[in-house]
């Protein structure tokens, strides 16, 4: 019987360093966030006909519209509510997705699962789940595919 509650005790503190380690991770990662590309991050997002393409243009006129592609970019934002809901901005404008987040602990990283919703929140439009890389006060870097991150800053006024 000692030995069984021994179990329960471990099992109970376990889930508990569990649990707090997922709500410091929440914490973090509530707040409005924007994409931040510099022009070798946004070069290893692009498939290989994309980067071809660019190889073609002269470099003057590469460089002003990889610019101009990475000033677009680095103007979305997610912002993550502590009432578990996100919303997507693309280029400073209105919502383009909304829904809910949650995380998920997968051995040593953390998955972020986005439960995407119509504007009005009558339907489910599908389901991304992104491993968190890294994740601090500073930034939160998501994989995209095994060879691709997404690379987050929190908004200047966001910041811990």
């Not at 980067?51 to 912002?79: C, G, H, M, W």
């Not at 993550?80 to 383009?96: I, Y």
């Not at 998955?111 to 930034?139: A, P, S």
Request: charged letters at 35%.
């Amino acid at each position: 019987m000692k030995l069984y509650i021994d179990f329960l005790c471990i099992c109970l503190f376990t889930g508990l360093l569990s649990c707090q380690q997922n709500d410091e991770k929440s914490r973090l990662i509530t707040r409005k966030w924007r994409v931040t590309f510099t022009t070798d991050q946004l070069l290893n997002t692009m498939s290989q006909s994309e980067k071809e393409f660019y190889k073609l243009i002269p470099e003057d006129v590469r460089k002003k519209k990889l610019n101009s592609v990475i000033q677009t970019a680095n103007d979305n934002t997610f912002e993550f509510k502590a009432d578990h809901t996100f919303e997507l901005v693309l280029k400073g404008q209105e919502v383009q997705e909304k829904g809910t987040w949650s995380l998920e602990k997968v051995k040593d990283s953390y998955k972020l699962i986005l439960i995407k919703k119509t504007t009005n929140d009558t339907e489910t439009l599908g389901r991304e789940e992104l491993i968190i890389k890294d994740l601090d006060k500073d930034k939160m870097i998501i994989l995209i595919d095994s060879t691709k991150e997404l690379i987050l800053e929190p908004m200047q006024n966001d910041k811990i």
